[in-house]
C-alpha cells in the first residue's frame, strides 16, 4: 500500500522561507506528485506538481516565483520549497501521488495522499 509522509511545516515569520518533504513508500512504481494546501474555510488547491522523473512542473500563476517544486527519485522524496511567505499561505499542506507519466495538475488526478502538515504564516 502506497503511503506518503510530509514534514517540514511549522511557524514562520511572514518574508520568511521554509521547506516540505514528501516521503513516498510502499512502491517503485511511476508516479507523478503534488502539493496541495487547504486553509480553513477553504477548498483544497494546488500549489505545485511535478512529473515521475522532475521533467515537468506546474504551478499556478499566483505562486509562480516563490515556490519550487523538486523530488530525489532515488530517495522518493518530493520537496516543495517556499520563500518570501505571507499570512495568507497558512494552511495545511498535503502531498498527493499518483501513477502517472505526466504531470497532474487537478486534486481529482491523484489517488494518494498524505495526513498534511502545518504551515502558519505570522504577520
Known amino acids: 500500500q502506497l503511503q506518503l509522509v510530509e514534514s517540514g511545516g511549522g511557524l514562520v515569520q511572514a518574508g520568511g522561507s521554509l521547506n516540505l518533504s514528501c516521503v513516498l513508500s510502499g512502491s517503485s512504481a511511476t508516479y507523478a506528485m503534488g502539493w496541495f494546501r487547504q486553509a480553513p474555510g477553504e477548498e483544497r488547491e494546488i500549489v505545485a506538481a511535478?512529473?515521475?522523473?522532475?521533467?515537468?512542473?506546474y504551478y499556478p500563476d499566483s505562486l509562480k516565483g516563490r515556490f519550487t517544486i523538486s523530488r530525489d527519485n532515488a530517495k522518493n522524496t518530493a520537496y516543495l520549497q517556499m520563500s518570501s511567505l505571507k499570512p495568507e499561505d497558512t494552511a495545511v499542506y498535503y502531498c498527493?501521488?499518483?501513477?502517472?507519466?505526466?504531470?497532474?495538475?487537478?486534486?481529482?488526478?491523484?489517488?494518494?495522499w498524505g495526513q498534511g502538515t502545518q504551515v502558519t504564516v505570522s504577520s
Open positions: 498527493a501521488a499518483r501513477w502517472s507519466l505526466v504531470v497532474v495538475t487537478t486534486e481529482f488526478g491523484y489517488d494518494n
Open positions: 511535478i512529473s515521475w522523473n522532475g521533467g515537468k512542473t
